[in-house]
């Protein structure tokens, strides 16, 4: 609907990894997601049923959501390469969090959600997260937004 993408364009919200525990971990650069409720502290990621990273959520009862730092690194090699043929995880520096969700010590500010809800949104699936663990940034932290990694093709259709 173009119409709809005129809005769209306009906006302009933080970007996340999402990490999920399993036998080999996963992760993806999710551009929707967002908290949802103050009291309980409630946060939603939506993930692409198409992304590699997608059965390791479903499959998972904790998972990680980074805010990225300034840069394309982490941006590029999570939103655009697949962990359909790419080990992702042997290219970064990572350690084993609360709840063996994959933890990025690059990343400025992340937290583990405990999974509370799965829900099917299109071709998306919302997962709904209880924050149980909360890596806090530093002063001063920005954070890499949206628009900052447009330029950025996918590693699969959304």
């Not at 609360?98 to 690059?106: D, S, T």
Request: aromatic share 10%.
């Amino acid at each position: 609907m173009g119409e709809f993408d005129a809005f769209t364009d306009l906006l302009d919200y933080p970007v996340y990894v999402v990490t999920a525990p399993g036998r080999a971990p996963a992760g993806c650069l999710v551009g929707f997601a967002g908290q949802c409720s103050i009291d309980p502290v409630r946060f939603v990621v939506w993930i692409s049923k198409a992304n590699h990273t997608h059965a390791a959520a479903l499959a998972a009862d904790a998972l990680g959501v980074h805010l990225l730092p300034r840069g394309h690194g982490l941006a590029e090699l999570f939103g655009g390469r697949t962990g359909d043929d790419t080990d992702k995880f042997a290219e970064v520096e990572w350690y084993l969090g609360p709840h063996g969700v994959p933890v990025l010590p690059a990343a400025p500010a992340w937290f583990v959600g405990r999974v509370l809800d799965r829900v099917d949104w299109g071709d998306h699936t919302g997962l709904l997260l209880a924050p149980v663990a909360v890596g806090t940034p530093p002063e001063g932290a920005e954070v890499l937004s949206f628009r900052d990694v447009a330029d950025i093709d996918a590693g699969h259709p959304a």
